[in-house]
């Protein structure tokens, strides 16, 4: 049995042309030293990331990213473990209302939540804040983290929390000894893709953020708009860069796969 | 007064009835074993001792008292799952340690105990591990030594050796008989293995849809079926003009019932033959002595005691 015969080989080789080649060709336009975007060139130079530097608001809006993709999955996360071992144990009424409640967010279009979300903050008087960013954020990447988390208390025998009742364990004695530590990998998963959804998102927040909360891809869009110049392949570069090295490390701490897939490596 | 007692006790889950009216009286140091087939609510019977399902009808008292407004963290009993539900999490040491830890006995008490079991069920030096590590067999008496070691009021076993392989069977069987022996802690077990039940228990309570078809001491139990489905369910038999006669029972004798050998196995230690008479096809099991035996298509006369 060959499991990559010739056509599969060419099937992968084009795939991931596709998935690279675009990333590729912003990092080698990241190091040319025209004024515009030009490739292919035989010219290196660093000066757009040089450039970078004096762009403080870039760098500001990359940490506000940052925090509110940390913050939103977070509190995401916080939310989906009772809903899930709620979801995943017991048979109650408005069970597949409250499951489809979260999950709807994958299915309304960004566009619809980024001028629902406009008008809604301006009305209670988040327009343009953190706050109002954070909120909208959580409500995107809810489904992510509710998914993953309720894959793992799913595959979760009951039996287990049982075990530790019968010994003797009061209720917040098996959350936190037993129920919490054995869905963290589902919590960690979660998290990590929510974060990723939230770090991505641009066409709901480009209704939502005001200058001075301005996440990094919607000062990137908004810089686009006016500028043609290469000074957001470098800062792609970059965010290309921190990407690869934190794959690393978490691979080096925990796995990817075991991450990505959710799957709880103690195989039981 | 009996130590553990089901008055009654009945579990219907919507218009399904798991178990019907179960009376019985279990003594203290008892094993006692539920046998039966799938379905039969063995499962639902032990939940309901053990407090994770909700009796629909009846009582159970522990020492006399109300066991059902006890919570189940309070009951102050072993289990043994038949997934062993050890905590993936923790090292073989710290499952076993987990209970006494639960009723707040000192660090160096906790060492001490966990030893001594881990001891018991011969796996001192897997203290370290984690249960992923053990084999089915191992994982098994971690899970028995983690009910032990609280010393349990009652250990219930829920189908804890139907994931070994026969051999690994029979071994944990003649440990957890030997270890019950010694502790003397009151054991009910579940099971649908009939060889097991009779093996272990000293007494037997064959379930069918819910309800108790028989109680009794295994040889009891075997010898002298109360009804046709417990004397089915407990190993072959022949029904004989409305008797049930065990195989074994039968001998070739000079007269009797006339028939003829259809088939003849050698099992080794026993032959088992299939036998054609006037009263149907009758099966018999001769021990294997050496000597010569009937063959097929041989006549016969079969002659067996009136029990
Ligand atoms: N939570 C439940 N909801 C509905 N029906 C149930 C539930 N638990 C058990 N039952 C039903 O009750 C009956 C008895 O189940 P139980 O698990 O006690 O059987 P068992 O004797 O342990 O069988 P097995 O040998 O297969 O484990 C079965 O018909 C089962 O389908
Ligand atoms: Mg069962």
């Known amino acids: ?268 | 007064m009996t130590f553990l007692a089901l008055e009654g006790l009945g579990k219907r889950f919507g218009s399904h009835v798991a178990v019907d009216g179960l009376t019985l009286g279990v003594e203290k140091g008892e094993f006692v074993s539920l046998l039966g087939p799938s379905g039969c609510g063995k499962t639902t019977t032990l939940q309901m001792i053990a407090g994770f399902v909700e009796p629909s009808a009846g009582a159970i008292r522990l020492e006399g008292r109300d066991l059902l407004a006890v919570k189940p963290a309070k009951r102050g009993l072993g289990i043994v799952f038949q997934s062993y539900a050890l905590f993936p999490h923790m090292t073989v040491a710290e499952n076993v340690a987990f209970g006494l830890e639960m009723q707040g006995v000192a660090a160096d008490e906790r060492r001490r105990r966990v030893g001594e079991t881990l001891e018991l069920v011969g796996l001192a030096a897997f203290s370290g591990r984690f249960p992923r590590q053990l084999s089915g067999g191992q994982q098994q008496r971690v899970a028995l030594a983690r009910a032990l070691v609280i010393r349990p009021r009652i250990l219930l076993l829920d189908e804890p050796l139907s994931n070994l392989d026969a051999k690994l069977r029979e071994e944990m069987q003649i440990e957890l008989r030997q270890i019950q022996r010694t502790l003397g802690t009151t054991t009910i077990l579940v099971t649908h293995d009939q060889a097991e039940a009779m093996a272990l228990s000293d007494r037997l309570v064959v379930m069918n849809q819910g309800r108790a078809e028989q109680v009794g001491p295994p040889h009891v139990v075997y010898e002298r079926p109360a009804t046709p489905f417990v004397a089915s369910f407990l190993g072959r038999t022949n029904l004989v003009a409305g008797e049930t006669v065990r195989p074994e029972k039968i001998v070739f004798a000079a007269t009797g019932l006339a028939g003829k050998v259809r088939t003849r196995i050698f099992q080794g230690n026993h032959w088992l033959y299939q036998v054609e008479t006037a009263s149907g096809l009758l099966t018999v099991i001769r021990q294997n002595s050496g000597e010569a035996m009937p063959g097929e298509g041989e006549q016969v006369h079969l002659a067996w005691g009136k029990a």
């Open chain 1, 1 to 268: 049995m060959s499991r990559n015969g010739p056509l599969a080989l060419a099937y992968h080789a084009l795939f991931v042309t596709f998935m690279l080649a675009p990333i590729l060709v912003v990092c080698f336009v990241a190091f040319t030293p025209e004024g515009y975007l030009s490739f292919p060139t035989d010219r290196w130079s660093l000066r757009w990331f040089y450039a970078i530097g004096r762009y403080p608001e870039f760098i500001a809006a990359f940490w506000r990213s940052l925090w509110l993709g940390a913050l939103s999955s977070a509190i995401a996360v916080a939310l989906s473990v009772p809903a899930a071992l709620a979801i995943a144990r017991y048979r109650f009424r408005g069970r597949e209302a409250m499951t489809a409640l979260f999950m709807s967010p994958l299915m309304i279009p960004h566009v619809v939540l980024g001028v629902a979300f406009l008008r809604f903050f301006t009305q209670i008087g988040l327009g343009g804040t953190f706050t109002g960013l954070v909120l909208s954020h959580i409500v995107i990447v809810l489904p992510f983290a509710l998914r993953l988390t309720l894959a793992s208390a799913v595959g979760m025998d009951r039996a287990i929390e049982h075990a530790a009742i019968s010994l003797g364990a009061s209720d917040a004695t098996v959350l936190r000894r037993i129920t919490l530590p054995l869905v963290l990998p589902g919590l960690v998963s979660g998290w990590a893709l929510a974060f990723i959804n939230s770090f991505d998102e641009v066409t709901m927040t480009v209704f939502i953020a005001a200058p001075g909360t301005e996440t990094l891809p919607v000062r990137m869009f908004l810089y686009i708009q006016d500028n043609i110049d290469p000074l957001v392949t470098s800062v792609s570069a970059c965010v290309i860069a921190i990407t690869v090295l934190a794959l690393v490390a978490l691979d080096r701490a925990y796995g990817l796969e075991r991450l990505l897939v959710g799957r709880s490596g103690d195989g039981r």
